[in-house]
């Protein structure tokens, strides 16, 4: 199968080419005209869909830049009004008639002349809509889309100081690496006392964030939130039950890999302890890994990467690069974190990042590359609909990507034995990341099933799941004071809850996708482009079969994967 990254912008045919979202007035009648129009063939109800896809992708596509400008910039006040005016104007307004668009296309008797197997997972969906609707949901999920901004703009004003100069949270963190132990310590104080200072602050909005979440989940006849948001992420293929499976084989399978690798630190670094502050350090007389100086290096060599693994995947980013897609710097007022956001009309995605010059910030780069890729990839499809795949699938993108990439890390590192230590960085951090991947969903398990609870009892019950997933290698004493609040640095839980499992899920498929690579490079390639070619157009066990890969989070697949890993690890060390 061929593939370009020469991107065409969707046609409208429905939509005039000029037409902008400004005002519920000027967009009300598109929305009418779906609503009231007959539909009397299969034909006719094709067309309709066409029509509706296109208005879907132009909405999406105009929210999206509304929260891109925003999170680039959390000091304009005017971008932020922008992204509110949408949440709290036009999407309450059009969520009701979206419901009945739905109903329409269901009760429709041409539907089930529609192709079973192209439509089947795009009509689950909506029927998974229609179950989920409330009216009285629709100006709480307003609030919370609102609120959940708000934590980039609280955590967008965090700076420390440093040797005089004034740093960004992420900047800060180069500290971490310093030889000198006193340094990391400082730097690490500083950075848990300025997230201190907005503790309660951020205590309060989560608070808030819970009680409306549990009010949604009231609403539409679920239990708890938990259950709902099961629901609402089209969670068809796996249950709770098997989230606590997982809980229970990173314990099992992956802790002790973890405390091997933080032991291993301890003795390279000659400590009688190794802190939390001595993790990114090296060896006195090895410098730290400095893989590029800003965004624009980052991205010029990504693309040399991209370019030596599949030329496809370096046209991808040149593609957006021309577009202006990218905003790769980390600076004062920018929000934390970062991401790729499909572009649903245009077709070519943005990334956003934090860059501060650090090994991690490849890896980020590298990873939010694949996620661009499957936005390239999918873009073809007919519907919006079918673009909207689901998170344990984009996650394997993204973390498959990681892995095939470092390949050609030498375009990062100048010599071999920094290449070394980055492969080294890049494996120990694919096992390591697996305890606080399980930490935060099982918290976010406790907090929605308990959603009364006090910020105390929170705390404690935090501190009760961290301490089942930490390293046994590492020593926190006298910092329970920073710990109990550490949950506040995972974005996800304010913005997009429930959106954490999906990384522990991808990352054993990236895993099982990487070690088909190690074997036959262009055959995985291949199926790993498949697979993300077919968007949503498959349930997601299809799409793991189609990547040729296990849909499976057994402790067994669990150990297996992480053997293989602990090999190809020992192999980099030597």
């Not at 070619?533 to 150990?559: D, H, M, V, W």
Request: hydrophobic share 40%.
């Amino acid at each position: 199968m061929s593939y370009t990254a020469e991107l065409k912008k969707t046609p409208r045919r429905f939509l005039p080419e000029d037409f902008k979202v400004t005002t519920w007035e000027s967009l009300e009648p598109f929305l009418k005209n779906l609503l009231d129009r007959s539909i009397n063939s299969v034909t006719d109800l094709e067309a309709w869909l066409k029509d509706s896809s296109e208005l879907e992708a132009v909405l999406s596509e105009d929210a999206c830049w509304r929260q891109i400008r925003m999170t680039c910039d959390t000091n304009n006040k005017e971008l932020e009004e922008s992204f509110v005016f949408f949440v709290t104007q036009l999407q309450p307004k059009i969520q009701p008639i979206a419901d009945l668009l739905n109903r329409k296309l269901i009760d429709c008797p041409f539907t089930k002349e529609l192709d079973t197997k192209k439509y089947f997972t795009y009509l689950r969906s909506v029927k998974k809509s229609i179950e989920l609707f409330r009216e009285e949901n629709i100006p709480l999920q307003a609030e919370l889309s609102v609120m959940g901004q708000q934590y980039g703009v609280i955590s967008g004003k965090m700076t420390v100081e440093m040797e005089g100069k004034e740093y960004t949270l992420q900047q800060a963190a180069k500290f971490l690496e310093s030889h000198d132990r006193s340094v990391r310590e400082e730097v690490y104080r500083k950075i848990q006392g300025r997230r201190l200072q907005d503790k309660e602050t951020l205590d309060e909005l989560f608070t808030q964030l819970v009680q409306k979440r549990h009010q949604v989940a009231m609403n539409a006849g679920f239990a708890n939130y938990r259950d709902y948001k099961f629901r609402e992420m089209g969670r068809f293929d796996y249950t709770k039950e098997d989230c606590f499976q997982f809980h229970d084989a990173v314990k099992e399978h992956v802790l002790p890999l973890v405390n091997m690798i933080y032991e291993r630190k301890r003795n390279k670094l000659d400590l009688p302890d190794l802190r939390p502050w001595d993790t990114e350090a090296e060896p006195a007389g090895l410098a730290p890994l400095r893989p590029f100086a800003t965004g624009k290096e980052l991205l010029e060599k990504t693309i040399s990467c991209f370019e030596a693994l599949r030329p496809f995947f370096a046209d991808c980013l040149r593609t957006m690069d021309t577009m202006n897609r990218f905003d790769l710097d980390s600076r004062m007022g920018k929000a934390p974190g970062g991401y790729n956001c499909p572009l649903a009309e245009t077709g070519a995605p943005f990334i956003f990042m934090n860059a501060a010059g650090q090994m991690s910030d490849v890896t980020t780069m590298v990873h939010e590359g694949g996620h661009a890729i499957h936005s390239f990839l999918s873009h073809p499809l007919e519907l919006s609909a079918f673009k909207e795949y689901p998170m344990e699938i984009a996650e394997v993108a993204s973390m498959a990507m990681e892995l095939f990439s470092m390949d050609h890390w030498e375009v990062f590192f100048n010599t071999p034995e920094d290449l070394k230590r980055a492969k080294e960085h890049q494996l120990e951090s694919v096992i390591t990341i697996f305890p606080w991947i399980a930490t935060i969903d099982k918290f976010q398990q406790w907090i929605y099933e308990n959603p009364y609870h006090s910020v105390q009892e929170r705390a404690e019950k935090w501190m009760q799941i961290l301490g089942e997933f930490s390293s046994s290698a590492l020593n926190f004493s006298g910092l329970e004071n920073f710990r109990q609040f550490g949950w506040q640095r995972q974005l996800h839980l304010f913005e997009v809850p429930f959106y954490y499992i999906e990384y522990g899920i991808a990352q054993l498929g990236a895993i099982g996708l990487w070690s088909k690579f190690k074997q036959e490079k262009d055959a995985a390639l291949d199926s790993y482009m498949l697979s993300l070619s077919k968007g949503g157009t498959l349930t997601l066990p299809e799409l793991y079969k189609t990547a040729g890969i296990e849909f499976n989070f057994s402790p067994e697949y669990i150990q297996k994967l992480m053997d293989f890993v602990k090999n190809e690890l020992t192999a980099v060390i030597g």
